[in-house]
């Protein structure tokens, strides 16, 4: 057992850093073959490959996920932990048959090449980001759930405003959800935008809350990555 945990959960060695990089590769290729299968016109056959490569690769990383749950000390830490729910949730509809592809998932696996390659500095940086994150993280679930309150008081203040000139974009609140999302992030598709005088006035007061939710979260998430910095001098 030691052994095999000097492969998979040691970078030191040279079979640790070996293994790691090649399932770096494996990662990448997994993700290049998921985006190739996306392309229109594939034959039959580019299709067969592409899923035979898939079964091998799933199975590989299962092989893996077992192998890094068994050796690790705190399963409950490990199964719970960023990596351990990235790799899980990776595999686990190619077994449920969800109809859910989230190969894409994989792609946070190659966060690890900075563990692996011993990048100090990006340690840092990532340990800096979780202090800000604890320190910020009153404010910024407070935030969030403010934010969801907006949505939905502007979801039905433009349905009431515009359901009867435009009974067809604005059929309901839920219908009118998509425009309050785009509106509060100031993004404005214009796929479905106001016509009524009491809509376009609600609607620039919708735009003044959205310039301020999408300063808030980056002005909370500079001050305490400041004062992260500072902890760390002291």
Do not use: C
Not at 153 to 176: D, K, L, N
Not at 206 to 222: E, R, T
Request: hydrophobic residues 55%; charged residues 15%.
């Amino acid at each position: 057992m030691t052994s095999l945990r000097s492969v998979i959960e040691e970078s030191d060695t040279p079979s640790g850093k070996a293994f790691d990089f090649a399932i770096q590769g494996l990662i990448v290729l997994s993700l290049v073959t998921f985006s190739i299968e996306t392309m229109p016109g594939l034959s039959p056959s580019w299709v067969k490959i592409l899923r035979v490569f898939e079964v091998i690769t799933v199975a590989i990383f299962t092989v893996e996920y077992v192998i890094r749950f068994w050796l690790a000390k705190n399963k409950i830490s490990f199964a719970t932990s960023f990596f351990g729910l990235v790799d899980l949730i990776a595999i686990l509809p190619f077994y449920l048959s969800l109809g859910i592809d989230l190969r894409s998932v994989r792609s946070f696996r190659l966060l690890r090449v900075f563990r692996i390659m011993k990048l100090g500095r990006y340690s840092v940086a990532v340990q800096r980001f979780h202090r800000a994150f604890i320190i910020a993280r009153e404010e910024l679930v407070l935030f969030f759930f403010s934010t969801l309150i907006m949505l939905f008081i502007a979801s039905v203040g433009i349905y009431h405003f515009e359901h009867t000139a435009q009974p067809e974009a604005f059929a309901s609140v839920f219908h009118s959800l998509w425009w309050a999302v785009t509106t509060l992030t100031t993004v404005g598709y214009g796929d479905i935008y106001p016509i009524t005088v009491g809509g376009r006035f609600f609607t620039f007061l919708v735009l003044l809350v959205g310039l301020g939710i999408v300063s808030v979260p980056a002005g909370l998430v500079a001050s305490a990555l400041s004062e992260a910095r500072k902890l760390e001098e002291k």
